[in-house]
């Protein structure tokens, strides 16, 4: 139970770690990733206004020639290094781009400029060493086949503009972007890692200190519940003794009698509630090898008197000849605790049906009995410690919300699962799976 606790609490704990970095660094890799392209798709819109390029001093054919050494410099009227596109480009552009002088030098791109019948009209390469003009037209070509205004081909990002008079297809080389954006994520996903490492380390170092007081206060209701059934014992003892004497002296009436059913009723919980307590206990399993088959065919056969008396149908498909090594005593006690499971709440003239089966490496138990319409949000409580979906059905019936609590521990100690479903509205089917060797 405190090992299921601990897994509990350092499972929660690394799954709440989990989601909250991965919403962070999946919003920072998004972010990064969409101004990239923003930047990207704005520059290739500069480019689409000035027909691929970019207009650098050098390129005004008004220049001065370039001054020859030892030549004094004219005077001349101050210029702009780089002319602003016009202003409804700027309002696009002011969105996380600016323009700057620099910004043609490191810029590597390429364009063609298609007339109205398709045909290239220009082609621009002379920012870019890798692409050559035929690269440049088998590029547009795609782009233009693509139906999209925007998109990658390889590294480059492209942009296709219908202009009225001809069509700029744009392209700008992102490798840089790109590689940024890759070494992101895996910086992400390194972070993510040594986060999740850390939280596991610390969390495996003071994960007992964190739930000692859950613990201390379990341990407690343990001993609590464990004491309470030794001291209840000799006085039920005690009462049974007398009520047998009382009974045997003559005076065998209708309290007497119900002395012996309320006595036997008690001492019935306390046994139950002691049987839980050594369960979530550590003690550690009494295996050896035996024929579940048999264990199982005894077990259920003892129930068939009882369940014909109660006006039920019983089913079996038990696989003969399948052994284990378990514990038998706890694994007989769980087949009787469904098994008296399903006879409780079977309404008359329901059915039950029991079987067992291997399945590769796991022995497959299962109980399926006809019942009162249950609710499915109880199915996952009903393993609790005295939990009743109708106290006054499960009172009646005799039981005290203590024998699936019982299974569930026994099940946890043999590291199997169990669980409940509801297939069909009047239908409850209890199944455990338990591995072939639970003391390996």
């Known amino acids: 139970m405190i090992r299921r606790l601990k897994k509990r609490f350092v499972t929660v704990a690394m799954l709440s770690l989990l989601g909250i970095l991965l919403v962070v660094l999946v919003t920072v890799n998004l972010l990064f990733w969409r101004n990239s392209i923003r930047t990207a798709d704005n520059l290739l819109a500069y480019l689409a206004v000035n027909d691929g390029g970019f ?10 020639p370039p001054m020859q050494t030892g ?26 781009f600016r323009m700057n002088p620099e910004t043609a030098f490191r810029t590597r791109c390429f364009s063609v400029i298609f007339d109205l019948n398709g045909a290239p009209a220009a082609v621009r390469t002379d920012r870019i060493a890798a692409i050559t003009d035929e ?9 233009l086949e693509s139906g999209k205004a925007r998109g990658f081909d390889g590294i480059y990002r492209y942009y296709v503009e219908a202009r009225g008079e001809d069509t700029f297809v744009g392209f700008l080389d992102c490798n840089d972007a790109l590689f940024s954006i890759r070494l992101l994520l895996a910086l992400s996903g390194g972070i993510l890692l040594f986060c999740l490492a850390a939280m ?43 009520a047998a004497v009382l009974s045997m002296t003559g005076s065998d009436n209708e309290w007497v009698q119900s002395i012996q059913n309320q006595v036997k009723r008690l001492d019935r919980l306390v046994r139950e509630l002691l049987t839980l307590s050594r369960m979530e206990a550590d003690a550690p399993l009494m295996t050896s090898e035996f024929s579940i088959s048999d264990a199982a065919d005894d077990t259920v056969g003892a129930f068939s008197t009882l369940i014909a008396a109660r006006n ?8 003969p000849g399948v052994t284990c090594r378990s514990d038998e005593e706890s694994l007989r006690r769980l087949i ?11 309404p008359d003239g329901g059915s039950i049906t029991f079987t067992l089966k291997k399945n590769g490496h796991n022995i497959l138990i299962e109980t ?23 106290a006054a059905r499960t009172q009646s019936s005799g039981g005290y919300g203590i024998g699936l609590s019982i299974a569930r521990e026994i099940v946890h100690k043999h590291h199997g699962k169990i669980s409940a479903a509801c297939p069909s509205a009047d239908t409850i089917v209890f199944t455990v799976t338990l591995p072939v060797n639970a003391g390996g």
């Open 368 to 390: 399926r009995n006809t019942c009162a319409p249950i609710d499915k949000k109880h199915l996952p409580r009903l393993f609790e410690r005295f939990y009743r979906v109708d």
């Open 200 to 242: 596991w380390l610390l969390l495996f170092m003071f994960s007992g200190k964190v739930i000692r007081p859950v613990i201390e206060s379990f341990e407690k209701q343990k001993q609590f519940i464990a004491d309470a059934g030794h001291e209840l014992k000799t006085p039920l003892t005690i009462i049974t003794a007398d």
């Open 55 to 64: 207009h650098l001093p050098h390129d005004d054919p008004n220049a001065p």
């Open 336 to 346: 009787s605790i469904l098994m008296d499971n399903a006879v409780k709440y079977t």
């Open 135 to 143: 690269d440049a037209l088998a590029y547009a070509r795609r782009a």
């Open 71 to 96: 030549q004094t410099p004219s005077p001349r009227e101050p210029r702009e290094a780089m002319p602003q596109p016009d202003d409804s480009l700027v309002r696009r552009l002011e969105n996380g």
């Open 312 to 319: 039920r149908i019983l089913s079996t498909d038990i696989q």
